[in-house]
């Protein structure tokens, strides 16, 4: 009996008509488990849903297991890896000279907490156009397991030394410095992890994404603050968060009456659906108040702490010119002789 063929359905793609598959990137070659390959994921999922061109990407890192990971998606974006700490410098000349591309940072705990953090204030404080991932897992995974600055005071080794120092809340200091999106996520919660991204990918200024990270090799055990059973058993989400992209109306789960919702700068919506009575996501004061109780009480908060969306950016404090540096031809760029000539006269 003849059989009819099944024909194979059309591969899913998004609003460029593009597959998952164009936002993929190389095979990992971290450890199997690792927290990170969780976040990586995540990106590929929210530029693919956000409809991004993986060429209009810029993406930099550092020095760590995390600042490898931009090896794993976006195969087609531009890329380079600085040196450890050293990535807000380079970051910053490659968006003063490519604004109209997204550019995309990932760091470490250590990248940005230790060598880099005279770099990571700076780039928070002038609100750059740049999404900036910490894959925090609270120790050096490069070299063996030993604490990194945001390890938490009283967390324990594999080898059962304790940290006797209090650590460094980056998403604290990225808003006191002056980012304009602050958050923190955890690299097992998918959903909530997603929705922070495609939000960050609208945002027009520095979002600073803390992601807990575990490390399966030196810091998921008994006494790690940074394991996954613990930020499983302790995480305090300050708001369930919802995003609207602007060119498309989808329904979210939220309460009447308990929303807080910011238009980004696309005209994509972030909803928030306010867990603590105090929840004002704009109220700098309140967003550090909320992150300090937490750490008295040994909570993992996470959410959108903080967020503004009328603050310019630097690239318009600069008064930046429409077209790319990278695009103006070397005339317009660079000054010839007799305009130098005049400057040094007029120092004499």
Request: overall charge negative.
């Amino acid at each position: 009996m003849a059989t009819t063929p099944t024909s194979t359905p059309a591969p899913k793609t998004n609003r460029l008509g593009l597959q998952v598959i164009d936002y993929r990137g190389g095979k990992t070659t971290l450890c199997a488990g690792c927290g990170h390959n969780a976040i990586s994921e995540r990106v590929i999922d929210a530029m693919y849903e956000m409809g991004v061109q993986p060429e209009r990407v810029l993406k930099l890192s550092g020095i760590g297991c995390s600042s490898k990971t931009p090896a794993y998606f976006l195969s087609r974006a531009h890329s380079f890896n600085s040196l450890h700490g050293r990535m807000p410098s380079v970051a910053t000349g490659a968006v003063l000279a490519n604004r109209d591309m997204l550019s995309i940072g990932v760091s470490g705990d250590g990248d940005t907490a230790s060598i880099g953090m005279g770099q990571f204030v700076h780039l928070m404080r002038r609100n750059l156009p740049i999404i900036y991932i910490i894959e925090d897992n609270g120790v050096y995974g490069l070299t063996k397991g030993q604490f990194s600055a945001t390890a938490d005071l009283g967390s324990k080794q594999k080898s059962g030394v304790i940290n006797d120092l209090p650590a460094i809340d980056t998403c604290a200091l990225a808003i006191l410095m002056g980012a304009t999106l602050v958050a923190r996520s955890f690299s097992g919660d998918k959903k909530q992890l997603l929705t922070m991204l495609k939000a960050a990918i609208a945002h027009r200024g520095t979002v600073m994404l803390d992601v807990i990270s575990p490390c399966v090799t030196f810091n998921d055990h008994e006494g790690s603050t940074k394991s996954y059973k613990y930020v499983q058993d302790h995480e305090e989400p300050i708001a369930e968060a919802g995003f609207v992209p602007h060119f498309e109306d989808i329904s979210v789960d939220y309460d009447p009456g308990t929303t807080f919702d910011v238009t980004m700068h696309d005209g994509s919506r972030l909803r928030l659906r306010k867990l603590h009575e105090d929840y004002d996501p704009t109220n700098r004061t309140n967003a550090v108040k909320n992150l300090m109780e937490a750490h008295e009480k040994g909570e993992v908060l996470t959410g959108i702490f903080y967020i503004d969306t009328k603050k310019p950016n630097f690239v318009d404090l600069l008064q930046m010119t429409e077209t790319p540096l990278a695009h103006l031809p070397e005339e317009t760029v660079r000054p010839p002789k007799s305009v130098l000539d005049e400057v040094m006269e007029s120092l004499r």
